[in-house]
């Protein structure tokens, strides 16, 4: 079965740190990778998604992929009280199309 | 107006009920999800349709039905609802995949249901 693996946290930074967010997927031949934003009771929002090996930068936001290493992360730089909240690793899935989602880690941004 | 509309946002029910949830978006997307949440156990998909004629079982698609009634439309049923189908509903949009496109879902507010 085709798995997404995240820390479940919570992850604790201080303000205006990098908060560090990692997930690692099984399915090797996976060419679309997302990471999504849910507040609690919300839904949840995408933020950046990334398809080729090395970093995507959008403002505060790096996505990084590995697919050698099946890994992709997030940096948070200069993180703010309003990034405390789920974030949710999903891989686009081979064969069927479907989207994987992680569990998702929980971070808190103290200020 | 929000592009992922789900109705009703909350639903209070008993046991042995049918209940329907529907969601309707305005995207233009060919492909429409449900999932449900649960605390710890993230998203699961339940059912997913990639056209209107298009049905296929998620993970989870036991003890629910959908029924795609337009492009925009896609309805889930509890044809008896349990308590353990108390969740966060949500459903989701996407495109069809195609150059230039971002193959990535589109979620509607949600809806809590809770079955007593």
């Known amino acids: 079965q085709k798995e997404v693996e995240q820390n479940s946290g919570p992850l604790s930074v201080p303000e205006g740190a990098i908060a560090s967010l990692n997930c690692t997927y099984s399915?090797?031949?996976?060419?679309?990778f997302f990471w999504y934003r849910q507040y609690s009771g919300k839904s949840p929002e995408l933020i950046m998604f990334?398809?080729?090996?090395g970093d995507k930068e959008d403002g505060r936001f790096t996505a990084q992929l590995n697919k050698a290493s099946q890994y992709v992360s997030l940096l948070i730089r200069d993180s703010q009280p309003s990034d405390s909240a789920t974030y949710l690793c999903?891989?686009?899935?081979?064969?069927?199309?479907?989207?994987?989602f992680g569990k998702g880690t929980r971070l808190h941004i103290l200020p | 107006d929000a592009d992922v509309t789900q109705t009703p946002r909350n639903r209070i029910t008993k046991t042995g009920k049918r209940i329907m949830l529907e969601c309707s978006q305005t995207?233009?997307?060919?492909?429409m999800y449900w999932y449900r949440q649960d605390p710890g156990l993230g998203l699961r998909l339940i059912y997913y349709?990639?056209?209107?004629?298009?049905?296929n079982k998620g993970e989870i698609s036991d003890g629910y039905s959908v029924s795609r009634q337009a492009q925009a439309k896609f309805s889930l049923s509890l044809e008896s609802a349990i308590p353990n189908q108390t969740a966060l509903y949500f459903c989701?949009?996407?495109?069809?995949?195609?150059?230039?496109?971002?193959?990535?879902?589109?979620f509607g507010p949600g809806t809590r249901l809770t079955v007593l």
């Open positions: 989701a949009t996407s495109e069809r995949r195609r150059q230039g496109a971002i193959d990535t879902q589109y």
């Open positions: 399915d090797r031949g996976s060419q679309s």
């Open positions: 990334i398809y080729s090996n």
């Open positions: 999903a891989v686009r899935s081979t064969g069927d199309d479907k989207i994987i």
């Open positions: 995207k233009g997307h060919d492909r």
């Open positions: 349709s990639f056209d209107v004629k298009d049905i």
